[in-house]
């Protein structure tokens, strides 16, 4: 059996990732903070017959990280396919955004990709084997209003997931990102301020420059969860370095 790592796995996209993954009969351990919601999905995944390690991690310090992708491999075996899919968004407009935001912002969008990626990348380099997936955002490749900090890091952790996939694309390893846009979840509807929100982050916000979703309707998590296994799996074998952009066409391609 294959072993997944996913980082950021008690969030409403890396749950969803790491249930399609046990659903495909990979082990898979669950890296995210020391939360409720961790253990909970853990029960919940090893009720359904997936072998499963909940492990208590910050993405953001790297002395746990690497506690973290020992652990993993000690009881699950070697890592083959790795999805940081932690993240945080603080919105804010930059004149009144405080230091601290943005700092912590920083350091788990784009510092913890880096640290779990190196990590886990030193493992599979000497196995000459493995996958890696960001989950990064549209916003790392288009401005929004008050998402700068947000669109910043993203942007950082695709750049950085590219980069680790052309030093190691020598020994077999592939390296992609995928980039959602509006997708219902928590972190989604946090930002949401009202009871017509949701329609309007569908139909656009002129005033924000943003022109909506032309499929008409806001991702759900399966969405995206798709897209990682897609670029995880041997059918996208000869794939690395790529952006695969699952937004209903919110950046018209960009």
Known sequence: MSVALVTGAAGGIGSEIARALVESEKAVALVDRGIPAL?????KLDAAGGRVLAVAAD?????EVAAAVARTEAVLGPVDALVNA?????????EEMAELDWA???????????HVCQAVARRMQSRRRGAIVTVSSNAATTPRIGMSAYAASKAAASMLTRCLGLELAEYGIRC?????GSTATPMLTAL?????AERATIDGVPQDFRIGIPLGRIARPSDIADAVLFLLSDEARHITMQQLTVDGGATLGA
């Not at 253990?39 to 029960?43: G, H, I, K, T």
């Not at 993405?59 to 002395?63: D, G, K, L, S």
């Not at 992609?176 to 959602?180: G, K, S």
């Open 86 to 94: 932690a993240g945080i968004l603080q919105h804010g407009r930059i």
């Open 192 to 196: 949401f301020d009202g009871s017509d």
């Open 176 to 180: 992609n990102v995928v980039a959602p």
């Open 59 to 63: 993405v953001a310090v790297p002395e």
């Open 39 to 43: 253990w909970d999905l853990a029960e």
């Open 104 to 114: 912590t912002t920083l350091a788990v969008n784009a510092g913890g990709v880096f």
